[in-house]
């Protein structure tokens, strides 16, 4: 079973900065995209940031500009870098990750949610 253990989250002042790692441990022969979501209190789940193994990135617009998601190919590690950060940031954030375990069969792995609170 591969699994995604997240870290780096917390609290932080508004404008500043974190940044979320996670990594990817298991059988896993192939990793296609990895991705960042985030969960506030009443509000669906939504796409942050993700990034294909050809590290071609994408984002929402909210976020466009202030994070960057980067990938350690060799490390199976995704991380989100967050600066300029505001209020409306401030949820649970989880790592997905979608590729091919060591027995070919394909997985869509999340990380256990990490909070990060913005505020003065």
């Known amino acids: 079973q591969v699994q995604l253990v997240e870290s780096g989250g917390g609290l932080v002042q508004p404008g500043g900065s974190l940044r979320l790692s996670c990594a990817a441990s298991?059988?896993?022969?192939?990793?296609?995209?990895m991705g960042w979501y985030r969960q506030a209190p009443g509000k669906q789940r939504e796409l942050i940031a993700h990034?294909?193994?050809?590290?071609?990135?994408d984002y929402a617009d909210l976020v466009k500009g202030r994070f960057t998601i980067s990938r350690d190919n060799d490390k199976n590690t995704v991380d989100l870098q967050m600066n300029s950060l505001k209020p409306e940031d401030t949820a649970v954030y989880y790592c997905n990750v979608v590729g091919i375990t060591g027995w070919h069969n394909n997985f869509n792995a999340w990380g256990q949610g990490i909070l990060v609170t913005v505020s003065s």
């Open positions: 990034i294909t193994s050809g590290s071609s990135a």
């Open positions: 298991g059988s896993i022969l192939s990793i296609n995209v």
